[in-house]
Each structure stands twice: as structure tokens, then as C-alpha cells.
């Protein structure tokens, strides 16, 4: 059965520092991809950031990156010059391809950005 | 960009009432929309699959006569609650998925229902 795993169920960091969240998964599958998605307090789900297994360069958005190791089956976000905005859960989880579409989730990371 | 509106964004009813949960693609077409039920300070657990003219596919444990979910067309989905009671309380996310697939962004989530049940 494929998984996935966010072993940081809190964490925190000071305004204008940089944070780790971190992500591994489980799967046999040699093709899928992987997104980190934002829940604020509004409940919104906003995706991130994204990658495809199959590119070996580590996605970038603005602030955020990801550090994704194939190998690990890891695939950790991070974010750069936190804001006070950023404070949210955040959702890692893996798409099959292949699949209808569905998203297995992690259980989440509740980060709070302290002034 | 790909907009799902979920309707209503509040209920608040009493114990034994039919609640009815509209999740709409307002500018795609979804063959297939996701139902999500989250409880505080937990991940999305999926409760069922529905595709468009076909019976959803629920998830194990989620009662079918329960959460009723109903995909007519290409761009509404329903889930109703039945006889509601409060341990049904919880926040129901949809999503959907556009018919023109795009590995980049495989779900489109509406911004979810809060429901209470007294």
C-alpha cells in the first residue's frame, strides 16, 4: 500500500528564517508525482509546490522549494524567509500515475510563524 | 484558473435532518469529483470517488446509505448526509478533477463545508 509520512506534527520558526518540513513515502511505483499543499485557518486548500518523480531537478516557487530524494523516498518543502502568512498545516501527498487523479495525504505539519 | 465552488459553507441543523452538500466545477468539466471529510486538527480522509453517470466508489468504513453522493453531470457532484447525527459533525472537502487531465494539478478543492450538528 502506498504511504505517507510527515513525522513533524508541530513546528514553528521565527519570521524571515527558513523552515524544513519533512515528507517520505512509500510506493513501488517508478512514475507519480508529489505535492506539498497549504491549509491556512480559512480551511482553503492551496497547492504549493509540485513535482514529477521522473525530473531529477527540485522544484522552486518563489519562496519555496523542495529537496526530493527518489532514492529516500523523500521529498521534504522548504520554506525561505518565512511569513507570517505561511502559518498554516501543511499537506504532503503523493498522486499514482496512472490514477484517477487521487491524492493520498499525509497526516500534516501545523506551522506557526512567530513574530 | 480551475474553480470549484462548494456550497453551503455552513450548516448548522438539528439531530435527524437530511443535509445536502452541492460541489460544482464553475469553469471545467470533472468526470471525476473526490469527497474529503476532515476532523480538527487531522489530515483529509477520503470518503468516496464519484464519476459522472456511474454509483461513486466508496472508501472502507463509510457508510453508502449513510452519505449519499450523486454525480449527474459533468459539473456537480452532491453529497447528502442522512439523518444526521453529531458525531457526523466534521468539515467535508470536495474536489474535482478536470476532465482534460493535468498531471500538474490533479485536484481542484472547493473551500468546504462546515458542518455542525446539534
Known amino acids: 500500500a502506498q504511504t505517507v509520512t510527515q513525522s513533524q506534527p508541530e513546528m514553528s520558526v521565527q519570521e524571515a528564517e527558513t523552515v524544513t518540513l519533512s515528507c517520505t513515502y512509500d510506493?513501488?511505483?517508478?512514475?507519480?508525482?508529489l505535492f506539498w499543499y497549504k491549509q491556512p485557518p480559512s480551511r482553503q486548500m492551496i497547492l504549493v509546490i509540485r513535482?514529477?518523480?521522473?525530473?531529477?531537478q527540485n522544484a522552486t516557487e518563489n519562496r519555496f522549494s523542495v529537496n526530493f530524494q527518489k532514492a529516500a523516498k523523500s521529498f521534504s518543502l522548504k520554506i525561505s524567509d518565512s511569513q507570517l502568512g505561511d502559518t498554516a498545516m501543511y499537506f504532503c501527498a503523493f498522486n499514482p500515475a496512472g490514477s484517477q487523479g487521487n491524492l493520498i495525504f499525509g497526516k500534516g505539519t501545523k506551522l506557526s510563524v512567530k513574530p | 484558473g480551475a474553480v470549484v465552488s462548494q456550497h453551503p459553507s455552513r450548516v448548522i441543523c438539528k439531530s435527524g435532518t437530511s443535509v445536502k452538500i452541492e460541489c460544482r466545477s464553475l469553469d471545467f468539466q470533472a468526470t471525476t469529483m473526490f469527497w474529503y471529510r476532515q476532523f480538527p486538527k487531522q489530515s483529509l480522509m477520503l470518503m468516496a470517488t464519484?464519476?459522472?453517470?456511474?454509483?461513486?466508489?466508496?472508501e472502507q468504513g463509510v457508510e453508502k446509505d449513510k452519505f449519499l453522493i450523486n454525480h449527474a453531470s459533468l459539473t456537480l457532484s452532491t453529497l447528502t448526509v442522512t439523518s444526521a447525527h453529531p458525531e457526523d459533525s466534521s468539515f467535508y472537502i470536495c474536489?474535482?478533477?478536470?476532465?482534460?487531465?493535468?498531471?500538474?494539478?490533479?485536484?481542484?478543492f472547493g473551500d468546504g463545508t462546515r458542518l455542525s450538528i446539534l
Open positions: 513535482q514529477e518523480a521522473y525530473k531529477q
Open positions: 510506493t513501488s511505483e517508478n512514475n507519480y508525482y
Open positions: 464519484s464519476n459522472e453517470g456511474s454509483k461513486a466508489t466508496y
Open positions: 474536489s474535482a478533477r478536470d476532465i482534460v487531465w493535468d498531471r500538474n494539478q490533479p485536484q481542484h
